[in-house]
């Protein structure tokens, strides 16, 4: 099946800084999204985008498909952007997502 | 709208018990999804549904797992005889379109601890 890697596994920031979070993998896909879990584990959607670019706030993504890769920007972070952060892709063979392992974001004031 | 909602959302078992989890999906939502997460990893695919027809099981990890949609709505994940490797959080998602490749909106989740 399709691989995800997601990197760097752990990132610690002071408010106010800005970072990218970067999702491979390893096949073609007709779906990415990117979510951020909270700490009671809830998984809210950030981005649906299997290709292109798009922004919500200080957030944006960027899939380049024929690359196979995905990057998440967090402009100016705040303590509430701290959780985990999930890349997953549905290959075009399924309807599953498949999940990275994930980046772990802790946001100190 | 509402969003997808699971129940319980808290569940110790003794090994040995059979549980029940229940899963609300959003209104016209045709598709499906259960996931299993175990601590500090990303959720994994269990088994998905369309309409009523549980199209892709291959993620149940054992027959002690059975999952049902009835009706091509509210959907139930049964665990028999669990045991302590079953203990995880419980994911899960709908997604409007019939056609892979759709965005999925996830529940809150049921965390079950097998003691």
């Known amino acids: 099946g399709i691989q995800v890697e997601q990197s760097p596994p752990d990132l610690i920031l002071q408010e106010g800084a800005n970072s990218t979070l970067r999702c491979n993998f390893s096949d073609s896909v007709n779906n990415l999204q990117w979510f951020h879990q909270n700490p009671w584990g809830q998984l809210i959607n950030l981005f649906y985008i299997p290709s292109g670019t798009k922004q919500n706030g200080r957030l944006s993504a960027t899939t380049v498909a024929t690359e196979r890769y995905s990057l998440l920007y967090i402009s100016s972070s705040q303590t509430t952007d701290s959780g985990v952060y999930f890349c997953a892709v549905n290959e075009t063979s399924g309807s599953r997502l498949t999940f990275g392992e994930g980046t772990q974001l802790t946001v100190n004031p | 709208g509402a969003g997808v909602s699971q129940s319980p959302r808290y569940k110790v078992a003794k090994r040995g018990q059979d549980v029940a989890l229940r899963c609300d999906p959003i209104s016209g939502h045709v598709s499906l999804f259960w996931y299993q997460q175990a601590l500090g990893q990303g959720p994994e695919f269990l088994t998905y549904?369309?309409?009523?027809?549980?199209?892709?099981k291959s993620g149940l990890p054992s027959d002690r797992f059975f999952a049902e949609r009835p009706e091509g709505s509210v959907s139930t994940l049964k665990i028999q005889r669990t045991q302590q490797e079953d203990s995880a959080v419980y994911l899960c998602?709908?997604?409007?379109?019939?056609?892979?490749?759709?965005?999925?909106?996830f529940g809150p989740g049921t965390r079950l601890t097998v003691t």
């Open positions: 549904f369309q309409n009523e027809a549980q199209l892709d």
């Open positions: 998602a709908s997604s409007f379109r019939r056609v892979a490749g759709y965005e999925q909106y």
